[in-house]
């Protein structure tokens, strides 16, 4: 009995730290319950980009102030939007009354039977009110699925070749004559150069690396190929992919190589932007003003051009990213919606603010003619990069948002390794004779997709 | 009799505001997964049954199986790199002779306070190309390639190096407190018989810190089959090659990203299926052991 | 004839030489544990030119050959200025606080009944904890996101603090713990004494397990601290985001700010520190007493 009453004595069981934390609790509790909460009406608006937000929020203040239209701009994570998207969608919870989704996000939105998508189908209002003539055709594509569209395009993101104009200069090179990328790899191959005498190349023509997917599927859109046709159709294997990552192939290794691996948005990139260790990049408009923010010490030394183009008088530009603004379906209230999303992206001084700030052109094709899209950019060296990019904005090639995108992806990046792989150990560099492989290892990842479409019954339905 | 009673009363009344909440907030979704496990979804407000279908489209998907390879691998070298170089920390900073024991621990054991999110973009940064932390300390010190493509071609092994330094200094710190309840008497009459280091290491100190070892390997199994967010981050996704992919990745993908939540969610029951029978099985075993 | 007290030259000398090669060794490792965070620190000081330019703190003319005019705490600035950080640290105070306190009350309760009373469907029980412990928490994410919208809890803390108060890994721990340091006699005695089960467990069980209760305190106030996917998908009031999410959304789809990332993640870094510093000496107790009887 004298050890229990020793027990029983032996005191509290809370430590002082447990004893800080409930005053935590307590504090804490007290601010969250006192707080004045933010009033929250009228629309609800999802947005991804801060960007984005940061252009919104006056908007919306100043509609409010008008007593115009009353909408609430919430700013979530890109990841978060999607993972709040497929919840709200699956649980059918109300979610958003506008929605803006980027094309990474679109094919999880976008997959299931046409009335199973959680979006409203705007084909019909878009034919109706003539406004889908005034968008620029091909920036529709991502957010159409079997013919029917669920979203406005925020943007068109054309690519074109940005080049440091100081180093070509001293090369001796005339970089805007080369119009085809036989031309660019046979002239910019004298741009490969051992500049510390190490053994080692410290230059190279091109930024590009079997790992810069977005590129290399940029790459293949260009060259008219992709993941998917328009319909959906898995085109993995087709003959243009496989020529087009042939040649891409010799570009990243052998002796014909010309391509560095610098990536984009990250420390090591940048480092080797700015010691010249990469000339060209593949540049679409949004990437533009990354580059300013990030790499200011470039300025005037680079300079923009159309992409050198696959064959002889073919496409000069491809497309990299995109943004739509959608309407989800549990919205009480479509029509002010609607009425919401056109005056978004059709705002004239709306699209004035998004190149101002982010270098990124308007889809709106009655726009193209302002003047300050015309205005020269210093970081540039003066050039009008609006321009340049609208110049190519009709040509960008059209892609879908397929459900399978990712497991494609994944596909396409195995087989580039695969084949580079294939290449340095047989020490064939000649896109001629890696061409059978790579349509052979193309095959292998498209069964390995299709494989995937058709474990779905709903997929095996729509295409028996 | 009445006594017993007593006591199961008390029993559930304690456990009520456990099991309310686990039941409502566990138990449920968890039966909705199993639910949705043997449906088709396809955009995800469509479902449609399909009764094994997911389960036997699993068992010959290669993307499940590279993931669960991967998770393994991850497992094993949490099991076999990580918590050895925890013990010999744990042993370092246990020599009766080191001060400043407190100090050293709370360095180690630190980089638990960094959240997953920050240590997958710190962790981007320190294995790059040339400018990488890694790279560059490691060509300074031992004219290692500046070139070394972790997150291109070594995505494991950057993963187990994250890993390393994220959970090392956790472990050891249960390794700690272990070895200091080993009986010092124990390891000195050790010594007095003649015993080596290895001797005393393999006869008085593992018998004794085995219960925490056999914690830990099963904490780290547990913490490599849920391993998701580092990888994700780190890789922007599976990696190159899906390197870096694993299991409650893919389940991720196949929910959130193709928009399937029936085959996610029969991703998630193969998994839990899978260890719960390896634990089962490692029980018997271990049971078989002792007897 | 203890060896210990025969202290020659030769033998202190060893001495020496194996206190130097563990100090080197410990010092070595703590420098590589280390070096990660000097570098996140040196990287939320530099503005964006400098952090691609420069490893740790811009080169320059200045001592030990750093640009200290080019320091800045405009990272730091920023984030409390621009991005209302301050809310978001009290949000996550509250919400680890509240989880941590509910979830170890809810876990030692549970505990206790599961190691120290006899009771029909205890083992059922037991095995219900010990499977939930394998469940990948993304499996749950899409149907409870449905139960929390059923039962109105989106958006709101409650929806948060709810799940997490049901904690099988803490019940887990306890149950561990009792089990390796409560024995039953005493509990016995107690009875014979007329004490009442609920007495029995604040008077004897909770106070032996007191270690336990500071580790998973700790435990689960890190966890939640540090948890971003579920808070990210539940709440959507921004003034109701906790630090872990607001910092998360700094991060860009291709574009990132490091500067500003890095600057989050100290901030983030400090309060737990703090807090671990204040609950170590109980967390390390406690995790050993759990593992004990593994």
Redesign the interface.
Known sequence: ?I??RQ??R?????????V???G??LA??A??AV?P??Q?DGLSFWV???THYQMYVPVADRWREAGGHRLDV???????L???L????????HMADLVEI?R?MA???????ID???LIDLTDRLHAEGLYDRFNEPSFAPWTVSGRVFGLPHDVHPVLLCYRADLVEEAGIDITSLTTWASFKEAMRAMVVDLDGDGRPDRYPLSL???HLDQIEALLLQAGGGLFDIDGVPTLASDVNAATLAEITTWLTGPGRIAG?A??????G???R?EGYVVCSLMSD??TS?WE?????LEGKLRLMPLPAWEPGGRRTSVW?GTMIGIPKTTPDPEQAWAVAKELYLSEPLARELYERAGIISPVRALWDRGWYAAPRAYFGGQRTGRLYLEQAPDVPRRVSS?????AK?GL??VV?QLKRHAEETGVYDAAALQPVAKQLLEAAEA?VRW?MN?????RERSP | MNHHAAQSRAAYLFLTPFLALFVVFLIYPLVQSLWLAFQQTHGPSITRYVGLDNFKSIAVDRLFWKAFWNTAVFALASVCIQLPIALGLAMLLNRPDVRGRAFFRLIFFSPALVGLVFVAVLFGLIFEKRTGLLNVTLHAVAGFDPEFPWLQQYVMPALIIAALWLYAGFNMVFFLAALQNVSRDLLEAATVDGAGPLRRFLHVTLPAIRPVGSFLVLLSLIGSFQLFELPYILLGGGGPDNQGLTVVMYLYQAGFDAGDLGYASAIGWTIAILLGGFAVAQRYVSALDER | MTPTLSITPRRTLAKLSAACLTYAMLAASAAIVLTPFAYLLASSLKTGEDFFGSLFLPAGEGVFGVAWGRITSANYTRLISEFDFTNNIVNSVFLASTTSILATLGAAMGGYALAMIRFPGRRFVTNLVLFALIIPAALMLAPSYQLLYFLGLLDTYTGLILPAAAPAFGVFLFRQAFLSSLPPQLLEAGRIDGCGELRLFVSIGLPLVRPMIGAFVLITYLGTWNNFIWPQIVLQSPEKLPLSVAIAQLRGVYSQDYGLLMAGTVISIAPVLVLFLLLQREFIAGLTAGAVKG
């Open positions: 009995m050890r229990l027990y029983l032996s005191g509290s069981p809370i430590s002082p730290g447990v800080v934390i409930a935590l609790m804490s509790a601010w969250v707080r909460v933010a929250r991804f980009a801060r919430a700013l979530l994570s890109a990841d978060a999607p993972r709040r497929i919840a709200s969608m699956h649980a059918g919870t980027e990474s094919s999880q939105v976008f997959s299931g039977p199973g998508i959680g690396s079997e790992t691996d990536p984009e948005f990250s420390a090591s940048n480092r080797l700015l949004w990437l990354v923010s990030d790499l200011p010490q990213g459900p399978f995108d990712t497991i994944a990046q195995d390794i390995r995937h474990r779905n019954v709903f997929v």
